[in-house]
Nanobody, 122 residues
Framework: VQLQASGGGLVQAGGSLRLSCAASGRAFSNYAVGWFRQAPGQERDFVAAVNWDGDNTYYADSVQGRFTISRDNAENTVLLQMNGLKPEDTAVYYC????????????????WGQGTLVTVSS
């Protein structure tokens, strides 16, 4: 599975962005997908994840109620809608795929996209 994240950019606090993770390769629907983010000098943190069919979603406490993850297996795409952005959301955002169940642990994921930069100005 190859992943490509896109949709990052510069936005003012309170604004919105929608990140997209496009997947190629076979059996994408067998994989759960997670979004992670990494700020400069920080560890890579869990943001959100969705299971293989989109019925179950999981969020970090810091984004609960502001971010929404969804997937379209027919289009091999996972979206992360980010509303109410805050300066502390500034980071490089990565999508990743894991065979089987979701996980908040980056090291458990099998495939990673290249990352897309989100910058939120105050």
């Amino acid at each position: 599975v190859q992943l490509q994240a896109s949709g990052g950019g510069l936005v003012q606090a309170g604004g919105s962005l929608r990140l997209s993770c496009a997947a190629s390769g076979r059996a994408f629907s067998n994989y759960a997908v997670g979004w992670f983010r990494q700020a400069p000098g920080q560890e890579r943190d869990f943001v959100a994840a969705v299971n293989w069919d989109g019925d179950n979603t999981y969020y970090a406490d810091s984004v609960q109620g502001r971010f929404t993850i969804s997937r379209d297996n027919a289009e091999n795409t996972v979206l992360l809608q980010m509303n109410g952005l805050k300066p502390e959301d500034t980071a490089v955002y990565y999508c990743a795929a894991i065979l089987g169940s979701t996980s908040p642990l980056p090291y458990e994921y099998d495939y990673w996209g290249q990352g897309t930069l989100v910058t939120v100005s105050s």
